[in-house]
């Protein structure tokens, strides 16, 4: 019976973008050896909307509202996370896309940016926009660590293409 390298190996293989499937077919075992080893190493690809949401609530520190409301559920925010994760190269439903574009809409045409403040009751709200907030979506808080360089451009305005038109997709799932 064949058996997977050792786990330097396999980390390497994994940070190379090797999929579960082409490491199996190299050292003839199954994808799912390959997943639960990766796994028991702490090392899983994260769904984009997972990524979206761990890096929100890092990035802007979110946490319950006045009466222990969570901003979790506010449209605003809603809307954010699908932008981020179309930006990100997920494939969205038309439901969401219909959300993107009426978000982008309403920023263009009222010229604002969403702030997320734990003092209102939904969180993220709009706010006029600075010449210092450029085509971002939302205000990056002050003193706070900036995101990655890929989560920084997909806070824009600026739509990614369509699968069709090149880009690639991703899980689909609405989290």
């Known amino acids: 019976?064949?058996?997977?390298?050792?786990?330097?190996?396999?980390?390497?293989?994994?940070?190379?973008?090797?999929s579960d499937q082409e490491i199996a077919d190299q050292y003839d075992?199954?994808?799912?050896a390959v997943n639960k080893r990766l796994v028991n190493m702490g090392l899983r690809k994260k769904p984009v909307a997972t990524r979206v949401m761990e890096q929100v609530k890092a990035t802007w520190g979110m946490a319950p509202q006045k009466e222990n409301r969570v901003p979790y559920d506010n449209r605003n925010f809603q809307a954010l996370k699908y932008l981020l994760r179309k930006n990100l190269g997920d494939t969205l439903s038309e439901h969401q896309e219909r959300v993107i574009?009426?978000?982008?809409?309403?920023?263009?045409?009222?010229?604002?940016?969403?702030?997320?403040?734990?003092?209102?009751?939904?969180?993220?709200?709009?706010?006029?926009?600075?010449?210092?907030?450029?085509?971002?979506?939302?205000?990056?808080?002050?003193?706070?660590?900036?995101?990655?360089?890929?989560f920084q451009r997909a806070n824009t305005l600026k739509i990614a293409k369509p699968e069709s038109e090149g880009s690639t997709g991703g899980a689909a799932d609405d989290q």
Do not use: C, N
């Open 101 to 150: 574009k009426r978000l982008v809409e309403r920023m263009e045409r009222e010229h604002v940016v969403l702030v997320y403040d734990r003092e209102q009751r939904d969180g993220w709200i709009f706010r006029p926009r600075q010449s210092a907030d450029g085509d971002i979506v939302a205000r990056y808080p002050k003193g706070v660590e900036l995101p990655p360089a890929d």
């Open 1 to 18: 019976m064949a058996k997977l390298p050792t786990d330097g190996v396999l980390r390497k293989l994994f940070q190379l973008g090797q």
């Open 29 to 32: 075992v199954t994808p799912q």
